[in-house]
């Protein structure tokens, strides 16, 4: 007979009767006796709607964006490391994917509708998607980046061999432990 430790549960996907494997709720994964605590889940849309507003993923009160785009390596409220991001060019993407579905539809109905002259047209499309491309880019970047914190992607998981140490020039925070009493 199978130790428990050994055991294994299979699924069968047809024929299945009630009270199978796949009908019980999922359990967790066994602690490692030795390894570290089992990390807190973060809420998916609880960040992503701080990093619309620019706030930082952890505390939602710290500025997420040093300057226009750029993110700060920690959050200066709470110290969250935020260096560990990957965001390349995927807010570039997804600003590009949504002003254009925005912007297209409406200048073929202008067209459609009014038939104005290509110089209307330039004057009218051209600063309406600058616009929007510059309103949109930094709450898409910080959306992006506060996904990437609540799943513990590219290092924002202590326990990843991705984990990196901050970029040259950025001093490490060093956090206070109080003593317990």
């Given amino acids: 007979m199978d130790t428990p430790a050994t055991m294994t549960v299979t699924n069968t996907l047809a024929g299945s009767e009630p009270g199978d494997a796949r009908d019980r709720a999922p359990q967790d994964p066994p602690v490692r006796p030795n ?15 701080r990093g619309a507003r620019g706030l930082c993923p952890a505390c939602g009160a710290g500025r997420l964006f040093s300057s226009y785009l750029k993110v700060s390596p920690y959050c200066p409220d709470c110290d969250e490391e935020l260096y560990h991001h990957r965001a390349d060019d995927a807010p570039p993407y997804a600003t590009i994917l949504l002003v254009g579905h925005i912007v297209v539809p ?12 290509v110089w209307v047209h330039l004057v009218l499309w ?5 616009a929007l491309c ?29 984990r990196e140490g901050p970029p040259d020039g950025v001093v490490p925070v060093v956090r206070a432990v109080r003593p317990i009493r």
């Fill in 35 to 49: 390894g570290p605590p089992p990390a807190r889940p973060r809420a998916v849309p609880e960040a992503l709607l």
């Fill in 134 to 162: 510059l309103t949109l880019l930094p709450p898409l970047k910080g959306m992006l980046v506060n996904l990437q914190w609540a799943l513990r992607m590219h290092g924002f998981d202590p326990q990843s061999p991705e």
């Fill in 126 to 130: 051209l600063p309406l998607t600058l």
């Fill in 106 to 117: 409406l200048m073929v109905l202008v067209e459609e509708v009014y038939r104005p002259e």
